[in-house]
């Protein structure tokens, strides 16, 4: 049975969304404090493994780090609507570069959108 994770190219895709994503991050002054490790390469691999595992991929993700629990993982950040909206800024340069189909792109963005502003935690 074929996953959407399969269907849209898996790991090498979502290494590039993802390396995309935070080429921008590295130089957002919004929100490159929200990353308190110097490199950053942790967090894209924790992403990465994320989105792999969530689309249909290999559960690498939660064999190491156990349940997402994203919103108790981004707790001691503040995370307000304009970082919400510089992530997905981000984000949408990551899946533009991916040339996704549109029917693949749209169902892509939705989970993004959604959860971008699910993890708003801090108003303005």
């Known amino acids: 049975m074929s996953t959407f994770y399969d ?3 898996g790991e090498a895709t979502i290494r590039q969304i993802v390396h995309t994503f935070y080429e921008g991050v590295a130089d957002d002054p919004l929100l490159r404090p929200l990353y308190p490790e110097e490199d950053l390469g942790p967090a894209e691999e924790r992403f990465a493994l994320f989105l792999m595992q969530y689309w249909g991929g290999p559960t690498t993700y939660g064999d190491t780090r156990g349940h997402p629990r ?7 950040f503040a995370v307000t609507p304009a970082a ?21 792109d749209e169902q892509f963005w ?3 959108t959604h959860a971008a ?8």
Request: net charge neutral; no cysteine; hydrophobic share 45%.
């Open 117 to 124: 502003q699910f993890m708003v935690n801090t108003p303005e």
């Open 84 to 104: 919400a909206e510089r992530w997905l800024v981000h984000f949408r340069e990551g899946l533009d570069k991916a040339a996704l189909t549109p029917a693949q």
């Open 7 to 9: 269907e849209i190219g």
């Open 70 to 76: 994203l919103r108790m993982r981004h707790a001691p």
């Open 110 to 112: 939705g989970y993004v």
